[in-house]
C-alpha cells in the first residue's frame, strides 16, 4: 500500500478548520432537535451526538475527521511538565485531537483542540449565575494554571448556549465579570448578533503559560426559543 506523502497529510491548521466546521454545523443541529435538555452537561451529551452527525454528514463531501471528539475526558500530559500536575486531573468537556506528523519531537506530535461549554442567560438560582460562571468556570480555566487547558495550543474554543435575556446583556453581564479579575472584554461578534443562530468572537487571551497570548474563539448558540 502506497503510504501518502508528508505534503498530502492533514496539517494542524485544517484540523481546527474542519473542527470548527463541524462544531457549527453540530450546534444548528442541536438547535433544531426542537426539545432539549436544560441542563449543562445533559446538554453537552446531546451535542457530542451533533457533532458525531455533523461530522457524518460534512464527510459526506470531504469536509469531515476520521476520528470522533473526546467528552469529558482529563487534560493530557504536557512535555514541559517534568513530573505529573494538577492541571492532569482536571476535565474539559470536549477535545478533538491531531497527530502532527511533520512534529519531529514525539513528545509534542499530540495535539488537541479544546472547547469548554457554559449556560448563557438568567441564573437559575442566586447561587448560580451563569454568565458569571461562563468566566469562573470556564473563561478562566484557559489562563489558570491549575487547570490550564489548551496548554501549549495557540487557540481554543468556548461554547455558550444561549438560553435567555438579550444578547447585549448577556455579553455586557460576562464583561463585568472578566473585567473584574483582569481577564480582556469580549469585543462584539464577528460577524453581528444571530438571531437563531451562532454569533461568533475572537478573544484573545494573556496567560502564565504557553503560549500566550491565546486566542479563544466563542461561539455563542440562540437556544431561547427552543423548548
Known amino acids: 500500500m502506497t503510504r501518502p506523502r508528508l505534503s498530502q497529510l492533514m496539517t494542524w491548521e485544517k484540523h481546527v478548520a474542519l473542527v470548527l466546521e463541524v462544531l457549527a454545523e453540530a450546534l444548528l443541529i442541536l438547535k433544531s432537535n426542537g426539545s432539549l435538555p436544560e441542563t449543562e452537561v ?8 451533533c457533532l458525531l452527525k455533523a461530522n457524518q454528514k460534512l464527510s459526506k463531501i470531504g469536509r469531515g475527521l476520521d476520528h470522533p ?27 478533538w485531537g491531531f497527530i502532527d506528523h511533520a512534529e519531529p519531537d514525539h513528545r509534542r506530535c499530540a495535539r488537541n ?44 474554543v468556548m461554547v455558550g448556549y444561549l438560553q435567555s435575556m ?11 465579570t472578566a473585567s473584574s479579575i483582569s481577564l480582556t472584554p469580549l469585543k462584539g461578534p464577528l460577524n453581528g448578533w444571530q438571531k437563531g443562530g451562532i454569533s461568533e468572537f475572537a478573544h484573545s ?4 503559560f504557553p503560549i ?10 440562540d437556544l431561547r426559543n427552543v423548548k
Open 212 to 221: 500566550s497570548p491565546m486566542l479563544l474563539q466563542h461561539f455563542w448558540i
Open 69 to 95: 471528539p473526546v467528552p469529558e475526558g482529563k487534560n493530557p500530559p504536557d512535555t514541559d511538565d517534568a513530573t505529573r500536575s494538577k492541571r492532569e486531573d482536571k476535565i474539559p468537556d470536549f477535545y
Open 113 to 156: 483542540l479544546f472547547i469548554e461549554c457554559k449556560r448563557l442567560g438568567k441564573p437559575a438560582r442566586s447561587s448560580w449565575i451563569f454568565n458569571q460562571n461562563y468566566v469562573h468556570y470556564g473563561l478562566i480555566r484557559f489562563t489558570t494554571t491549575d487547570h490550564g487547558y489548551a496548554k501549549g495550543e495557540r487557540s481554543a
Open 42 to 49: 445533559d446538554l453537552n451529551r446531546e451535542l457530542y451526538w
Open 205 to 208: 487571551l494573556a496567560r502564565a
Open 166 to 176: 438579550e444578547f447585549e446583556e448577556v455579553l455586557h453581564e460576562v464583561n463585568i
